[in-house]
Structure formats: C-alpha cells, structure tokens
T-cell receptor
Framework: QKEVEQNSGPLSVPEGAIASLNCTYS??????FFWYRQYSGKSPELIMS????GDKEDGRFTAQLNKASQYVSLLIRDSQPSDSATYLC??????????????FGKGTKLSVKP | KAGVTQTPRYLIKTRGQQVTLSCSPI?????VSWYQQTPGQGLQFLFE???????NKGNFPGRFSGRQFSNSRSEMNVSTLELGDSALYLC???????????FGPGTRLTVL
C-alpha cells in the first residue's frame, strides 16, 4: 500500500517566522511531488511542484526533495496569517501510464499567529 | 485562462438515489482526475481519464463510474448512494505529461 505521511499538526508559528512542513512517502519509484494549500471550505490549490533532488524556490516558498530518504519538505519564509491553512503533500504514483494518480497525505494544519 | 469548473456545487440526495457530477477542465488539458475528500480518509483518488479513456482507477466500488467526452469534459456517476458517500468530490485537470494537477471548486454531496 503506497502511503504518504504528514504530521497532522496543528503547527503553530508566529508571524514572520519560518514554517517547516514535512512529508515522507513509501514508494521509491515516485517521480513527482507536489504541495497544495487548502483553506477551510475550499479546494486544494497547487503551490509547488518538485521533480529532482534538491531545493526549488518560488517566492517565500521552498520545496526540498531527497529521494534517497523518501522525504519532501516545504519551507514558508516570513509566514503570514494568510498562510494559515492545511498543507497537503501529494506524490505521483510513478508508473508509466499512471501519472494521473496522485497519492495525498492527510495534511498538516498550519496556524500563523499575528 | 479559465480554471476548472464543476457543477453542481452542492447536492443533497437520499440513500439509494444516483447522482451525476460534471467537470470542465482548463482549456487544452486532456487529463481529468477525480478525487473524494472526507474528514476521515482525506483525499482519495477515484479515477483518471485521458483522451476519453480511463487510464487509472482507485480502490472504490463499481457504484462509482465516470466518462470523458471528446472535448475533455468529464462526468462521474455514483449509483445507489450510501450515507458514506457524503463527501467533497473534486475534479482536477492537467496537461499531460507535466502532471501538475489543478483542482476545481468541488461538489459537496450530502446523502441523507
């Protein structure tokens, strides 16, 4: 059973701090990794995708991937109250012809305190 | 570019009924995936369609089915509704092979 694990939180950080969200996955052949943000009552919104080992930065967000450790993380710098949401880690199934199958973690709830 | 649209946004049905949900992907996207989201199970993959063919199917009973039309629009159908089918049903589209999936607003289904 392919799994994606996240700490459910809640993770509470003060405004302006760095929020660090972590995710591990079980399937070694996974190829693509995504972070989604979901506000309460809304649908998931894609914020980052990463495909290669290392870091990928986009504004205040940095995704980090370590395929050897089967670990992907998301750093949010200068956290704002508007970043308060549930962050979902998603991993692509990874097999040819099955790229439409994303496996999601249960999500980490982030709360940024003013 | 317009985003993914889903209709209806809300539905209330009773046990035993059937329901059809619709999804229009982002223009140019040929892959449409469906997910069910519940508080207990989180986001779970239902199925994926690409060029009118079901390419992938999750671990759901046969009561859940779908199809995709030549314009990439997709529908999913749930027959003989059960209370446990109450959930947010999400559709996502992508321009294969990059596989970044973009979600629609979802259809909130309540089964009474």
């Amino acid at each position: 059973q392919k799994e994606v694990e996240q700490n459910s939180g809640p993770l509470s950080v003060p405004e302006g701090a760095i929020a660090s969200l972590n995710c591990t996955y079980s399937d070694r052949v996974s190829q693509s990794f995504f972070w989604y943000r979901q506000y309460s009552g809304k649908s998931p919104e894609l914020i980052m995708s990463i495909y290669s080992n290392g870091d990928k930065e986009d504004g205040r967000f940095t995704a980090q991937l370590n395929k050897a450790s089967q670990y992907v993380s998301l750093l949010i710098r200068d956290s704002q109250p508007s970043d308060s949401a549930t962050y979902l880690c998603a991993v692509n199934n990874g097999y040819g012809g099955s790229q439409g199958n994303l496996i999601f973690g249960k999500g980490t709830k982030l709360s940024v305190k003013p | 570019k317009a985003g993914v649209t889903q209709t209806p946004r809300y539905l209330i049905k009773t046990r035993g009924q059937q329901v059809t949900l619709s999804c229009s992907p982002i223009s140019g996207h040929r892959s449409v995936s469906w997910y069910q989201q519940t508080p207990g199970q989180g986001l779970q993959f239902l199925f994926e369609y690409f060029s009118e063919t079901q390419r992938n199917k999750g671990n759901f009973p046969g009561r859940f089915s779908g199809r995709q039309f030549s314009n990439s629009r997709s529908e999913m159908n749930v027959s003989t509704l059960e209370l446990g089918d109450s959930a947010l049903y999400l559709c996502a589209s992508s321009s294969d092979p990059y596989n970044e999936q973009f979600f629609g607003p979802g259809t909130r289904l309540t089964v009474l």
